[in-house]
Every structure is written in structure tokens, then in C-alpha cells.
């Protein structure tokens, strides 16, 4: 496993991947984030989309890595049916995590589909991050954020050999006021 890590690029080696790709990205360092909550203040100071992200696998042990725009609500009981997963999904764990995607957690970015040569991560764009002109991720550690275009997220993407589907996932059934009554 140790081997494998070192394998991985560094936040260095990815802003220097984004550029030799012809990629304009600009960079904000900042205290580190690990949830969308705690990083509510970095995303008053950076212009574009936040995201959330999730590394899933299904029943097969296929593994996923889903990006949606931080305040997107994913329905992860249906997400399977939406992205061709073999039935319902589950968390990888941090191992999993780190083995396949170099990054701890807290630090998952759609940039981390880099580390994964094997091609064994299947990529997932949220059609509501993706409205978006810019879209911001960490660049594989959570104390910093990376701005760039969502073309340029596609054509990264697609240069490290994860041509990602971009689609809407579906969102939690809206539930009932109390004084509602469910239908019979």
C-alpha cells in the first residue's frame, strides 16, 4: 500500500498538471475544511460553485467518486438506478479512500480521479454543479480551494482518462407537512 502512495500526486504536481493541460486555475489557500458546513467562510471569499464529494461503491465493489454542488441534496437510496451502480450504495472506506484516490478524507475532490491510473473509479458530475461557469474543488488537501472552468473540469477529467457522467441525481422525496395527510 505505501507503494502505491507514492505513486500520487502532490497539490504541487496537480496545479502543475492543470497547467501543462493548457488549464487556467486560480488557487486560495485556507484553514482546513472537512465538511460543507465548516467550509461556509472559504465559500464567501471564492467566487463560482462549491462542491460536495462522495466516494461510494456498489454491491459489485464498483467504486464511484460523485460531485454535486455543495448544497445539492442527493437521494443516495436511488443514486444506484441513476448512475448504472449495482444496487444501493455505500461509503468506500478511508483506505479505499486513500488507496485509490491518494486523498484523506475530508480532502475528497473530483481533481483525485488523477491518482487513479487504474481507471477502477467511475466519475459522476451533478448536472447542478455543472451550470456552473466556474467550479471549485480542493486540489487533493483540504486546506486549499481550486477554481476552474467547468469545461476545463471536463477536458481535465477526460485527460486522465475519466470521461464523467454528468447527469442529475436524484434528490430526496419532499416530505409532508405535518398537517398533511399521505395519500392511501
Not at 496537480?14 to 461556509?40: C, M, N, Q, Y
Not at 460536495?52 to 454542488?69: E, H, T, W, Y
Not at 455543472?130 to 486540489?139: A, G, K, L, S, T
Request: net charge negative; glycine share 6%.
Amino acid at each position: 500500500m505505501e507503494v502505491a502512495s507514492l505513486a500520487h500526486l502532490s497539490p504541487q504536481n496537480l496545479l502543475d498538471r492543470l497547467s501543462e493541460l493548457g488549464i487556467k486555475a486560480e488557487t486560495v489557500e485556507h484553514d482546513p475544511v472537512f465538511t460543507v458546513a465548516e467550509s461556509a467562510s472559504v465559500k464567501e471569499q471564492i467566487p463560482g460553485a462549491h462542491s460536495k464529494n462522495l466516494f461510494v461503491k456498489d454491491k459489485k465493489g464498483r467504486f464511484f467518486l460523485i460531485s454535486a454542488k455543495h448544497d445539492t441534496a442527493i437521494d443516495l437510496k436511488r443514486t444506484h438506478e441513476a448512475i448504472g451502480a449495482s444496487g444501493r450504495l455505500s461509503f468506500g472506506s478511508a483506505d479505499q479512500l486513500r488507496a485509490l484516490l491518494g486523498v484523506e478524507p475530508g480532502s475528497v475532490t473530483a481533481f483525485a480521479v488523477v491518482n487513479d491510473t487504474d481507471g477502477k473509479v467511475t466519475m459522476v458530475l451533478d448536472a447542478n454543479l455543472m451550470e456552473h461557469e466556474r467550479v471549485n474543488f480542493h486540489p487533493l488537501v483540504n486546506s486549499m480551494t481550486t477554481g476552474v472552468s467547468r469545461d476545463d473540469l471536463v477536458a481535465f477529467l477526460r485527460a486522465t482518462g475519466h470521461d464523467p457522467l454528468i447527469l442529475r441525481l436524484p434528490e430526496p422525496p419532499a416530505e409532508l407537512p405535518d398537517d398533511t395527510q399521505a395519500p392511501m
